[in-house]
């Protein structure tokens, strides 16, 4: 919801997750957002979400209670007319973690809390509890964090990475190429070593 009138009134209710679908129905657990504001006016949103459940936990069809919900990811989205519009939802963690092998997500613990946003006109910086090192016989929780990258900043960024790559891959390449050059001349100076 949003208020333009300094918290008199609020707006209705706006659905942030895009993993609905109308036939299916799912009921997938989104919960916890943490929410900042850049200061150009950006607003960002992250939160826990069990939508990618289904693909570990075969009985994982969005009808699923917590209880039995296995895997989770942080996912995100971003507004930049006031919240008028948000930005289709983008997953922001790497892997995809297990609730049983933490302390945070896991029902038994629940430790929750709602992810850490901060926001730059250009980055919005996304922290959570991970535990993609833990176990079911020892939960653990670290602390990993991404960086969503928006726009002049983006592109400039995809620049810098395709010449850099380019650049690399060449480094590599003339790497790989003075070692055999080396291998074949040292061999070549083995076969005509004679033999004693």
Not at 49 to 77: E, K, P, Q
Not at 79 to 85: A, E, L, N, P
Not at 155 to 176: H, N, P, T, W, Y
Request: charged share 25%; hydrophobic share 40%.
């Amino acid at each position: 919801m949003k208020s333009t009138d300094g918290g008199e009134t609020f707006s209705s209710r706006v659905q942030l997750n895009d993993d609905r679908d109308a036939k299916a129905r799912p009921n997938y657990d989104q919960m916890f957002p943490g929410i900042s504001l850049a200061p150009n006016g950006r607003i960002d949103i992250a939160w826990w979400d069990f939508r990618t459940d289904a693909l570990y936990n075969s009985a994982g069809n969005g009808n699923t209670t917590r209880r039995d919900a296995t895997c989770f990811d942080i996912f995100y989205t971003s507004s930049s007319d006031r919240g008028t519009s948000w930005a289709a939802n983008s997953r922001v963690s790497d892997r995809s973690m297990n609730q049983w092998e933490g302390l945070a997500m896991n029902p038994y613990y629940d430790l929750r809390g709602p992810v850490g946003v901060a926001s730059t006109d250009a980055e919005a910086y996304v922290a959570w509890s991970d535990s993609r090192n833990g176990a079911f016989e020892l939960p653990t929780e670290d602390v990993y964090m991404a960086t969503v990258i928006h726009g002049e900043r983006a592109a400039a960024k995809d620049e810098v990475v395709k010449a850099s790559s380019v650049f690399l891959g060449l480094a590599i390449g003339l790497l790989v190429a003075g070692i055999a050059v080396m291998a074949v001349s040292a061999r070549m100076r083995t076969d005509k070593t004679p033999a004693v």
